[in-house]
């Protein structure tokens, strides 16, 4: 009878403790409450059960003795359950003991992999298990830390209520639940290189929403009722970056959202359009229209518009038929006219610049071109209207055929994007534009669906540059010495009041140096120095010019962070320290938090332009000066490195002081804006003569290769002996760093 209580008291504080931790463990999970607490829990309830044991055997003495034979059976029965039952109970204690110490355990053996994976620039590893460890360890500083090195914030919100948020990682397969919207502050990977790094599901009832990549704020999921068949929904833009190279449209473009039709119009679409009677109603026409000063009607234009037998139709057509078996291929040969009264017909309209930039993945700071590897460029055939060939874009938006939009560029033509299948890839990043009436092989479109009302955008015109350098006349060398003169200065004390900062990067010295600016201003003329502790005495200089970001702060928060070395993400040059180099980083005019005359690194043909370039080449200048000045510097050696805005800034700055002996440029060219004649960048290329390593990506989504790199490559002065050139096919503007790392140390090398 004794064996039988406390068999029945075993098995129920068997099933109790189980239930009861796991309800305790998912608890203290779930809220992130620390595991010492949930120890000091198992204690309790481990006490509670061997105080437990003991009255049970005190109040058990004065149990029967004589037992019958089957009885005693029985017992025997129940004591083997006792001993396997008390066995199963404490090592659910054990488990739960263990579960919770090995949280620490992992800590400790996780800790050094994240700081070792933070140091070889692993940023996506730093990010995920400092992310998973902070559920456990929510007030854990180094994690915290890590976190915000290698993460940046988002929010998430929904125009219909009780939505459903998700998020995935691109480099995970699973989504995870985040909550409803509205949601703010969702940590995603900030990867460098520039990669893609997350992307958002919404689900609300019987909608399921996919957003664009990287694409966070308000999400309008309930025009997707409004969505045509086969269309997509393009979410708004607000204070969005565009361009092409050669045009600028400005930092504060805005658009609503619109529905972009996933497959370009087809032969057998634009048929239908035909059949019924098209060509012959007036009502889808643009017409009358002015263009280059002469007037268009309907009745005197309309007869432009007939196939190879004057059937109305596209021009590669016969007698109102497509090409046999060219169903589902998109209908080409055709004007803007033409793409324009289909879409009337069809109740939509062409893109405007804008709609087509944001469909076509180009909108915003582009680092990188989507990739258009796979698209059927430089080739002698059409793709089927769906034929995907790559997932990130529109079926066929690169290649394939070019693509009208509405906007006019000058007086007589329209745009028309994309490239065609004949085309060069570069083609997919430029602007490009022909006659309303051109009706050349590779013409097409798609369509836009548009919710709002506002079509103001769609007759923006478009001022594009169209500059071809080597027909640009340079200048004499009497005149460009006098271009020159503009960046001269009087000599004056240097005064330079140097600091030591201090920091957390054992073995290296962080020196900032404040000096008198080279012309009239109240504000100081500053910069950081950072060289290696194991490198004293002749340190080789190099100076730095920033990216647009130095242009674009307003405070020095990032000038360290993420132009020098303390920090393994962004421009990073802490190998080059590394290898006895000293690295000088000068706010320069107009940058970080010095007084702002210009807010865009975009060339213009403004005063105010021209004079913040002249200060910001004084600034160089004089800089230079003061590195002369230090004898722990081997001053014949000094060598300039910039990457974007600092690689085109330097086909000036290295033109007006050739003390600077060498270069490593990275991401540039030659831009296509203009700017005053005695500041155009491409007069002083001409005059560079050192030797210079340029590292530049096919696929650069701000200096576009053909446009930017080609005509850089051939009017620079140096000789081709030193002139050292590497093209990454298929790269963007975000280079792999481990080959700058290793190119710019094995021409400092040679150079230096």
Same mark, same amino acid.
Request: aromatic letters at 16%; charged letters at 25%; a neutral charge.
């Given at each position: 009878?004794?064996?039988?209580?406390?068999?029945?008291?075993?098995?129920?504080?068997?099933?109790?403790?189980?239930?009861?931790?796991?309800?305790?463990?998912?608890?203290?999970?779930?809220?992130?409450?620390?595991?010492?607490?949930?120890?000091?829990?198992?204690?309790?309830?481990?006490?509670?059960?061997?105080?437990?044991?003991?009255?049970?055997?005190?109040?058990?003495?004065?149990?029967?003795?004589?037992?019958?034979?089957?009885? %005693?059976?029985?017992?025997?029965?129940?004591?083997?359950?006792?001993?396997?039952?008390?066995?199963?109970?404490?090592?659910?204690?054990? @488990?739960?003991?263990?579960?919770?110490?090995? /949280?620490?355990?992992?800590? *400790?053996?996780?800790?050094?992999?994240?700081?070792?994976?933070?140091?070889?620039?692993?940023?996506?590893?730093?990010?995920?298990?400092?992310?998973?460890?902070?559920?456990?360890?929510?007030?854990?500083?180094?994690?915290?830390?890590?976190?915000?090195?290698?993460?940046?914030?988002?929010?998430?919100?929904?125009?219909?209520?009780?939505?459903?948020?998700?998020?995935?990682?691109?480099?995970?397969?699973?989504?995870?639940?985040?909550?409803?919207?509205?949601?703010?502050?969702?940590?995603?990977?900030?990867?460098?290189?520039?990669?893609?790094?997350?992307?958002?599901?919404?689900?609300?009832?019987?909608?399921?929403?996919?957003?664009?990549?990287?694409?966070?704020?308000?999400?309008?999921?309930?025009?997707? /009722?409004?969505?045509?068949?086969?269309?997509?929904?393009?979410?708004?833009?607000?204070?969005?970056?565009?361009?092409?190279?050669?045009?600028?449209?400005?930092?504060?473009?805005?658009?609503?959202?619109?529905?972009?039709?996933? @497959?370009?119009?087809?032969?057998?679409?634009?048929?239908?359009?035909?059949?019924?009677?098209?060509?012959?109603?007036?009502?889808?026409?643009?017409?009358?229209?002015?263009? *280059?000063?002469?007037?268009?009607?309907?009745?005197?234009?309309?007869?432009?518009?007939?196939?190879?037998?004057?059937?109305?139709?596209?021009?590669?057509?016969?007698?109102?038929?497509?090409?046999?078996?060219?169903?589902?291929?998109?209908?080409?040969?055709?004007?803007?006219?033409?793409?324009?009264?289909?879409?009337?017909?069809?109740?939509?309209?062409?893109?405007?610049?804008?709609?087509?930039?944001?469909?076509?993945?180009?909108?915003?700071?582009?680092?990188?071109?989507?990739?258009?590897?796979?698209?059927?460029?430089?080739?002698?055939?059409?793709?089927?209207? =769906?034929?995907?060939?790559?997932?990130?874009?529109?079926?066929?938006?690169?290649?394939?055929?070019?693509?009208?939009?509405? =906007?006019?560029?000058?007086?007589?033509?329209?745009?028309?994007?994309?490239?065609?299948?004949?085309? =060069?890839? @570069?083609?997919? =990043?430029?602007?490009?534009?022909?006659?309303?009436?051109?009706?050349?092989?590779?013409?097409?479109?798609?369509?836009?669906?548009?919710?709002?009302?506002?079509?103001?955008?769609?007759?923006? /015109?478009?001022?594009?540059?169209?500059?071809?350098?080597?027909?640009?006349?340079?200048?004499?060398?009497?005149?460009?010495?006098?271009?020159?003169?503009?960046?001269?200065?009087?000599?004056?004390?240097?005064?330079?009041?140097?600091?030591?900062?201090?920091?957390?990067?054992?073995?290296?010295?962080?020196?900032?140096?404040?000096?008198?600016?080279?012309?009239?201003?109240?504000?100081?003329?500053?910069?950081?120095?950072?060289?290696?502790?194991?490198?004293?005495?002749?340190?080789?200089?190099?100076?730095?010019?920033?990216?647009?970001?130095?242009?674009?702060?307003?405070?020095?928060?990032?000038?360290?962070?993420?132009?020098?070395?303390?920090?393994?993400?962004?421009?990073?040059?802490?190998?080059?320290?590394?290898?006895?180099?000293?690295?000088?980083?000068?706010?320069?005019?107009?940058?970080?938090?010095?007084?702002?005359?210009?807010? %865009?690194?975009?060339?213009?043909?403004?005063?105010?332009?021209?004079?913040?370039?002249?200060?910001?080449?004084?600034?160089?200048?004089?800089?230079?000066?003061?590195?002369?000045?230090?004898?722990?510097?081997?001053?014949?050696?000094?060598?300039?490195?910039?990457?974007?805005?600092?690689?085109?800034?330097?086909?000036?700055?290295?033109?007006?002081?050739?003390?600077?002996?060498?270069?490593?440029?990275?991401?540039?060219?030659?831009?296509?804006?203009?700017?005053?004649?005695?500041?155009?960048?491409?007069? @002083?290329?001409?005059?560079?003569?050192?030797?210079?390593?340029?590292?530049?990506?096919?696929? *650069?989504?701000?200096?576009?290769?053909?446009?930017?790199?080609?005509?850089?490559?051939?009017?620079?002065? %140096?000789?081709?002996?030193? /002139?050292?050139?590497?093209?990454?096919?298929?790269?963007?503007?975000?280079?792999?760093?481990?080959?700058?790392?290793?190119?710019?140390?094995?021409?400092?090398?040679?150079?230096?």
């Amino acid at each position: 009878m004794g064996s039988n209580r406390f068999f029945k008291f075993i098995g129920g504080f068997l099933a109790f403790g189980f239930t009861f931790l796991q309800g305790v463990d998912w608890i203290f999970t779930k809220y992130s409450i620390d595991n010492k607490y949930f120890n000091y829990i198992l204690i309790i309830l481990l006490i509670a059960f061997l105080l437990s044991i003991i009255i049970l055997f005190i109040s058990a003495k004065g149990v029967i003795k004589n037992i019958s034979p089957a009885k %005693t059976k029985k017992s025997r029965f129940i004591k083997i359950g006792n001993v396997v039952l008390t066995s199963l109970l404490l090592l659910l204690f054990v @488990y739960f003991f263990r579960k919770s110490s090995s /949280k620490d355990l992992l800590l *400790d053996d996780l800790l050094p992999k994240i700081s070792k994976a933070y140091d070889n620039g692993d940023t996506y590893y730093v990010f995920k298990n400092s992310i998973d460890l902070l559920k456990t360890y929510p007030e854990n500083q180094i994690l915290k830390s890590f976190l915000k090195k290698t993460s940046w914030t988002v929010n998430v919100d929904s125009d219909l209520e009780n939505t459903d948020v998700y998020v995935r990682f691109l480099r995970d397969s699973v989504w995870s639940y985040i909550g409803k919207a509205p949601i703010d502050s969702i940590s995603v990977p900030n990867l460098w290189p520039r990669e893609k790094s997350f992307i958002v599901k919404l689900i609300n009832g019987d909608i399921e929403h996919i957003g664009e990549v990287e694409q966070s704020g308000l999400f309008e999921i309930s025009l997707l /009722k409004k969505l045509p068949k086969n269309f997509v929904l393009k979410s708004a833009g607000n204070n969005q970056l565009m361009f092409f190279p050669g045009f600028y449209f400005g930092d504060n473009n805005s658009w609503s959202a619109f529905g972009v039709s996933k @497959y370009e119009v087809s032969n057998s679409e634009f048929k239908k359009f035909i059949d019924e009677g098209g060509y012959d109603n007036e009502d889808y026409w643009d017409f009358p229209i002015k263009i *280059d000063g002469e007037n268009y009607t309907y009745k005197n234009t309309i007869k432009r518009f007939t196939d190879k037998f004057g059937r109305f139709g596209p021009g590669n057509w016969r007698y109102g038929q497509y090409p046999k078996g060219e169903d589902n291929f998109p209908v080409t040969n055709i004007s803007w006219f033409e793409a324009r009264a289909y879409a009337k017909y069809k109740g939509f309209k062409l893109p405007n610049v804008f709609q087509w930039l944001h469909s076509a993945s180009l909108s915003g700071f582009i680092m990188d071109i989507p990739a258009v590897k796979l698209s059927n460029y430089n080739s002698n055939m059409l793709n089927e209207v =769906n034929y995907s060939n790559e997932k990130k874009l529109l079926p066929n938006i690169a290649g394939n055929v070019r693509e009208w939009v509405t =906007n006019p560029h000058g007086e007589d033509k329209y745009g028309i994007l994309g490239g065609a299948y004949m085309d =060069n890839s @570069y083609t997919f =990043n430029s602007f490009y534009s022909l006659s309303p009436f051109d009706r050349s092989k590779g013409n097409g479109f798609r369509l836009v669906k548009q919710f709002s009302n506002d079509y103001s955008q769609d007759e923006i /015109k478009i001022s594009y540059v169209e500059r071809d350098f080597d027909m640009e006349e340079d200048v004499s060398e009497e005149v460009f010495e006098y271009y020159k003169s503009q960046f001269d200065y009087k000599p004056y004390p240097l005064e330079v009041n140097l600091i030591n900062i201090k920091h957390e990067n054992k073995g290296y010295i962080l020196e900032k140096f404040e000096m008198k600016p080279p012309y009239k201003t109240d504000e100081k003329l500053y910069g950081y120095i950072a060289y290696s502790e194991n490198f004293k005495g002749n340190l080789k200089p190099i100076i730095e010019f920033p990216t647009a970001g130095g242009i674009g702060s307003k405070n020095d928060d990032g000038f360290i962070k993420y132009y020098s070395w303390l920090e393994g993400s962004g421009i990073n040059y802490k190998h080059l320290i590394d290898e006895g180099y000293v690295l000088i980083m000068p706010a320069y005019h107009s940058t970080y938090s010095r007084k702002k005359t210009i807010q %865009t690194w975009w060339p213009n043909e403004s005063d105010e332009y021209k004079e913040s370039i002249i200060k910001i080449g004084k600034d160089y200048r004089r800089v230079i000066d003061y590195i002369e000045s230090r004898k722990d510097f081997d001053f014949s050696k000094l060598s300039y490195t910039g990457y974007s805005w600092g690689s085109v800034s330097s086909n000036y700055l290295l033109a007006i002081d050739d003390r600077v002996k060498s270069a490593t440029v990275f991401a540039g060219g030659l831009m296509l804006q203009r700017s005053k004649k005695e500041i155009e960048p491409h007069i @002083y290329l001409r005059r560079v003569k050192m030797p210079i390593l340029h590292i530049v990506g096919t696929l *650069d989504g701000i200096f576009e290769y053909e446009d930017s790199f080609v005509p850089w490559n051939k009017l620079i002065g %140096t000789p081709e002996k030193d /002139k050292k050139t590497i093209v990454l096919d298929g790269a963007g503007h975000a280079l792999d760093w481990d080959i700058i790392i290793e190119n710019q140390l094995k021409f400092l090398k040679e150079y230096n």
